[in-house]
Structure formats: structure tokens, C-alpha cells
């Protein structure tokens, strides 16, 4: 009775409740897993919500498409990630590519952090102040390899992926 007073409070079906009390404990893992898969998979649609929203703000810009396809393209590893895996060596490769063109503007990112005024960077373009617009796009480059690190990582410690 323990034990379907415990599932009933993480709303488990009849079904399910009955599962548990013919297989114990091996269905309580079970449950357990698929629980976790769920919320990976909201996680990622999460991410692919947040990286289209970055997607779209981008198409204002003089280089939009760039960014526009950068941050579409790793909309789609994350949602295709949700419900089939992405080989491991397209994401270290993505990895790999974005860090990459990342480091072409971490010089402007150390000279945004020797400025004096920080929140600079919420403001519009200066167009002599290069180290704003480098800053931004050298955080939105980590932010897109850190989803796709997300990928990589639910991959592997995960048997769904």
C-alpha cells in the first residue's frame, strides 16, 4: 500500500500501479527512466524554443543570415536529438566549429572587459566600439556550443538517445 500511495503521488496510471505491483522494483527503475526521458525531451524543446528566438533577432542584422542559419542549425540538432540520435561525430564537430570561430573574437571580448562601462552591451551598436557587437556574438557562439555540449552529454547518459 506504501508503495501505490508513493506512485500515486507522481501520477502514475492504473496501469502502471499495477505494473509496479507485479514486477516491483525493476518497474519502479523503469518508471524512473522514462520519467527522466521526458524531461530531456521538454529540455531540449526548451532549447530549440530559446535558439529560434535567437534566430529569429538575428535577421535585423547586416550579417543576419550567418547568424540566422548558425542558431537554426543548432535548433535542428536539438530537436532532431529529441526523437533520433545525432551521430556523436557531427556534434564534436559542431563543438569544434563553434569554439572555433569563436576564438576569432575573444580578443574583442578581453577588451569589452577592460572597459569601464559594462552595460554597454545591453545597448545599441557603436560602430567604434567593434569590441560590442564581438562580445555578443563571441557569448552567442559559447551559449550554441553549450546546447549542443547538452546534446552530447543527454546522449550519453541516456539509453533513449
Sequence with gaps: ILKIS????????????????KHGENASIFFFKTRLHTKKKTTNFIICIVFIIFALLQL?????FLWFSLYFIVTLI???????????????LS????????????????????????????????YDKPYL??????????????????QLKIRKNSNFF
Design 60 to 64: 535585423n542584422d547586416p550579417d543576419g
Design 78 to 92: 536539438c530537436l532532431y536529438n529529441t526523437f533520433k540520435a545525432v551521430p556523436k561525430y557531427l556534434l564534436i
Design 133 to 150: 557587437e564581438g562580445t555578443r556574438e563571441f557569448i552567442g557562439l559559447l551559449i550554441a556550443a553549450f546546447g549542443i555540449i547538452y
Design 6 to 21: 508513493r506512485l500515486n503521488e507522481f501520477s502514475f496510471s492504473q496501469k502502471e500501479i499495477d505494473l509496479e505491483i
Design 95 to 126: 563543438i569544434i566549429a563553434l569554439l572555433a570561430y569563436s576564438a576569432f573574437h575573444f580578443s574583442l571580448f578581453i577588451d569589452y572587459l577592460e572597459t569601464g562601462n559594462k552595460e554597454e552591451i545591453f545597448g545599441e551598436m557603436v
